[in-house]
T-cell receptor, first 111, second 112 residues
Framework: KNQVEQSPQSLIILEGKNCTLQ??????????LRWYKQDTGRGPVSLTI?????NTKSNGRYTATLDADTKQSSLHITASQLSDSASYIC??????????FGSGTRLQVQP | DGGITQSPKYLFRKEGQNVTLSCEQN?????MYWYRQDPGQGLRLIYY???????QKGDIAEGYSVSREKKESFPLTVTSAQKNPTAFYLC???????????FGQGTRLTVV
């Protein structure tokens, strides 16, 4: 069964600090992996999308890494801001109709 | 101003009633999807449509129905057969089948 597990489930950090969110998956065959940011009560918004051949991709203060051998991805947030408070969702595609969503990491940035 | 619009943002339903959630997109996307989100769980696929007048059941289609009469519109009806309808519903669209999806802002449905 295809699964995506994210850790930690929730995280509290101080403004200005860095943090790293983890995503482990058992999806096969692998097509791509995406990270979404979801503000409370809103729809998810795409941050990055990574294919099998990509190891690192950055989007401003967000940097995603992918290790296709160990089936792990991470999302690193640098110099966090209050507006980074949200849920971060890892989504893995096996191609076709198979999108598997993680349950998300809820990040709270405090002043 | 292109995008995907869901309405209403909040919806209250009495037990035994059917309700319809609206989803409209002006992105010219062929594919549209409905997901359900419950606290602490990943999004689960209810229905999807890759072309007008065609749609397929997702993982949790029981108690739901959809139509795709126009490319821009993909309404979801939550029927009285859905035993636990209280949830956050997200509509999404993409250029092709299960490519990068763009999400609406969601509808929070509560049964009262």
């Amino acid at each position: 069964k295809n699964q995506v597990e994210q850790s930690p489930q929730s995280l509290i950090i101080l403004e200005g600090k860095n943090c790293t969110l983890q995503c482990n998956y058992t999806v096969s065959p692998f097509s791509n992996l995406r990270w979404y940011k979801q503000d409370t009560g809103r729809g998810p918004v795409s941050l990055t999308i990574m294919t099998f051949s990509e190891n690192t991709k950055s989007n401003g203060r967000y940097t995603a890494t992918l290790d296709a051998d160990t089936k792990q991805s991470s999302l690193h947030i640098t110099a966090s801001q209050l507006s980074d408070s949200a849920s971060y969702i890892c989504v893995v595609s096996a191609g076709g109709r198979a999108l598997t969503f993680g349950s998300g990491t809820r990040l709270q940035v405090q002043p | 101003d292109g995008g995907i619009t869901q309405s209403p943002k909040y919806l209250f339903r009495k037990e035994g009633q059917n309700v319809t959630l609206s989803c409209e997109q002006n992105l010219n996307h062929d594919a549209m999807y409905w997901y359900r989100q419950d606290p602490g769980q990943g999004l689960r696929l209810i229905y999807y449509s890759q072309i007008v007048n065609d749609f397929q059941k997702g993982d949790i289609a029981e108690g739901y129905s959809v139509s795709r009469e126009k490319k821009e519109s993909f309404p979801l009806t939550v029927t009285s057969a859905q035993k636990n309808p209280t949830a956050f519903y997200l509509c999404a669209s993409s250029i092709g089948g299960f490519n990068e999806a763009f999400f609406g802002q969601g509808t929070r449905l509560t049964v009262v």
